[in-house]
């Protein structure tokens, strides 16, 4: 051990087997571990699993009851960091599972703003059609909206002007 041991991370067994969607693995060990537990930012295995875009894993966890909603320490969602992360098969699965669309982080920004800069209208669209708000706005009194309206993304533009209901 070193004299820098107490600055490193080391990924739990479960941790490595999530995030290397290693499912066999994962069952064995998920039979006696706190699948509830959280890592030193407050993420959750369900965040981990989000944002390496592990889609299979992220619906494992989402079946064995981990809650879609819960922010890490920096108000993230498992949806804001498969959005951030550019792993749109991840997000889709937490949004059709029900994860909540509109929990602004730490910033004030919903997961809809990364959308917007990624220009994923597949996934906004998904989004608005369950219920996403483009006219939340974040800490600097901007929404996604009207981001898209500023850089001009016509597509995007069109997706959240979209009326759900």
């Known amino acids: 051990m070193t004299e820098n041991d107490d600055d490193l991370y080391y990924h739990s067994e479960l941790e490595t087997a999530v995030i290397q969607n290693d499912g066999e693995r994962f069952e064995a060990l998920a039979e006696e571990a706190n699948l509830h537990g959280r890592s030193d930012n407050g993420s959750t295995l369900l965040h981990k699993a989000a944002s390496v875009g592990e889609t299979e894993m992220v619906q494992r966890l989402i079946d064995r009851g981990i809650d879609t909603d819960i922010q890490n320490e920096g108000g993230k969602t498992a949806l804001h960091v498969a959005v951030d992360n550019g792993h749109t098969e991840a997000g889709e699965t937490l949004v059709t599972n029900g994860a909540a669309l509109n929990i602004q982080d730490n910033s004030g920004?919903?997961?809809?703003?990364?959308?917007?800069?990624?220009?994923?209208?597949?996934?906004?669209?998904?989004?608005?059609?369950?219920?996403?708000?483009?006219?939340?706005?974040?800490?600097?009194?901007?929404?996604?909206?009207?981001?898209?309206?500023?850089?001009?993304?016509?597509?995007?533009?069109?997706?959240?002007r979209q009326n759900p209901s």
């Open 109 to 160: 920004a919903v997961p809809l703003f990364k959308l917007v800069y990624r220009n994923d209208v597949e996934l906004a669209q998904l989004m608005i059609e369950n219920g996403a708000d483009p006219t939340i706005e974040s800490n600097g009194g901007v929404s996604p909206l009207d981001i898209a309206t500023e850089i001009d993304a016509d597509d995007m533009v069109e997706i959240l």
